[in-house]
């Protein structure tokens, strides 16, 4: 389905979504950025809910534009999705296509990532707007799935490096 606003300066419409009457809604609450590596030019998403979670249509945007779309995936609580860049992706040649978004990842300057819901609610953001360091390896989150951000070691699609004596400044 699809909404649309008709007014006098025009129609607003929605993008499409779909809806299966018996469905149980999804609860996107668990489903977060885990960790950021502009080294390995990777995106960590986790599921630190205790419920699956469907993610089809779930997006993320880097500096505001889209660079991926998730197709029909179930996250188990506990785990992880692991997304290169392409940039990287003869790298990695036996990672799912599906896998990869479409724009490089530094570890160098400023850079936004944010996680939407397949309505375009916002579920998560990485938003580095004072470039203050190079990041030696990841930013990740200290706790794992729960914690701020700090430079930790890469672990990618596993859980994060426990240090947390570097956060991570400059983040709105």
């Given at each position: 389905?699809?909404?649309e606003a008709v ?73 992880y999705l692991l ?90």
């Open positions: 389905y699809r909404v007014t006098e300066g025009g129609t607003a419409r929605s993008t499409e979504v779909s809806y299966k009457v018996g469905d149980v809604p999804i609860n996107y609450s668990g489903l977060v950025l885990n960790e950021l590596n502009g080294n390995d030019k990777f995106i960590e998403l986790f599921n630190k809910g205790a419920e699956e979670i469907r993610i089809k249509g779930v997006t993320i945007q880097k500096d505001e534009k889209l660079v991926w779309t998730a197709g029909s995936v179930i996250l188990e609580p506990g785990q997304l290169y860049s392409v940039d990287v992706q003869a790298d990695h040649p036996d990672h799912d296509p599906a896998c990869f978004f479409d724009s490089g990842l530094s570890a160098k300057k400023a850079v936004k990532v944010e996680l939407f819901d397949p309505k375009g609610a916002s579920l998560d953001k990485f938003n580095l707007v004072n470039f203050v360091m190079k990041a030696p390896a990841s930013y990740s989150r200290v706790p794992n799935g729960t914690g701020g951000w700090y430079f930790t070691d890469a672990t990618p699609a596993a859980v994060n490096a426990s240090d947390n004596s570097t956060p991570v400044e400059g983040l709105e």
